[in-house]
């Protein structure tokens, strides 16, 4: 799998697992929600500056969201990190 559709599936997963539609992550986070559903497509890479708007949404860090998108840790496996 590559990794845009890796990270793409974990901002998903997370995003459901909150309850967030893409459009409540676009206003918490100011990134369009038509980059949002590209991303978790697997149809675009994340630039890392957006990337870390929607992990600070989602309420998670940006580290741990792409650990765990790469399946190199558990940290974010149930949606927190706390």
């Known amino acids: 799998m590559r990794l845009s559709q890796r990270i793409g599936n974990r901002l998903r997963e997370l995003r ?8 409540a992550v676009e206003i918490r986070s100011g990134v369009p929600a038509r980059t ?3 991303w978790e497509h697997g149809e675009a890479l994340a630039s890392l500056d957006l990337l870390g708007a929607v992990a600070e949404a989602l ?3 940006l580290a741990d969201l792409i650990r765990s998108a790469l399946g190199l840790d558990d940290t974010a496996s149930d949606g927190h990190t706390g």
């Open 36 to 38: 949002l559903r590209s």
């Open 59 to 61: 309420d998670i860090p």
């Open 16 to 23: 459901e697992a909150r309850g967030f539609t893409q459009l």
